[in-house]
């Protein structure tokens, strides 16, 4: 019998969650590939996003919100996201602020976002922090020990350069496609290695040395 979190099981819907950390653009770009996939997302957004996200991307709120397929009051506890009966392939925060991954990992429940991630957590469903803070003090780390234990990924947006990037986008769009593998979705943005840059599968084979 499958795991009842069996992402095959699950409907196409993925928690998007954009906190007050720098790297707002992850947190847009994956609404877009949500679109691009024909996933459904749900967006919540902490307040301190809003000013990180005017800075940072030059977007407005409403043109954030116009890309979700809907969006959620930071203050709604009662939001259907809020419920492990509201079936989801789980929830990625990106980015995460430390203080964000903190009370996941502490297990507070204050906002609809924290409270969300601690359902998809107690659904055993995939709960993705892109964590942006540099360098981590021994506190940062054992949090994130923690989040693993209890069943969550931590994913730092970590430039991949084998893929020689031309722009800042190339690096987002990287990022963004590596954390859609985790939830089994295979998105265009994503360049790999042995398909479309490195040694590519059935080339001609190499003269013996």
């Not at 499958?2 to 790297?23: E, F, K, M, N, Y």
């Not at 009662?78 to 989801?88: D, H, K, L, N, R």
């Not at 350069?161 to 590596?178: A, C, H, M, N, W």
């Amino acid at each position: 019998m499958a795991h009842p979190a069996d992402p095959r099981l699950a409907p196409q819907r993925l928690v998007v969650a954009i906190t007050g950390a720098s790297g707002a653009a992850y947190g847009v770009r994956m609404l877009e590939a949500c679109q691009d996939l024909g996933v459904e997302s749900h967006l919540v957004m902490s307040r301190s996003s809003i000013l990180t996200l005017t800075e940072e991307t030059g977007l407005t709120v409403a043109d954030v919100c116009a890309k979700a397929s809907k969006v959620h009051k930071i203050g709604d506890v009662g939001a259907s996201i809020a419920s492990g009966s509201f079936q989801t392939l789980g929830m990625i925060v990106a980015p995460c602020s430390v203080r964000t991954m903190s009370e996941i990992g502490a297990g507070v429940t204050s906002t609809l976002l924290t409270r969300a991630a601690d359902v998809v957590l107690k659904e055993r469903r995939r709960l993705v922090l892109m964590v942006r803070e540099t360098p981590f003090h021994l506190g940062h780390l054992r949090t994130m020990v923690s989040l693993t234990e209890m069943g969550a990924i931590i994913a730092p947006p970590l430039p991949a350069f084998y893929t020689r990037p031309k722009t800042i986008e190339d690096l987002i769009d990287q990022s963004v496609g590596r954390c859609l593998d985790l939830f089994g979705l295979s998105w265009g943005g994503v360049k790999r290695w042995g398909e479309d840059i490195g040694p590519i599968e059935n080339s001609e084979p190499m003269a013996p040395l």
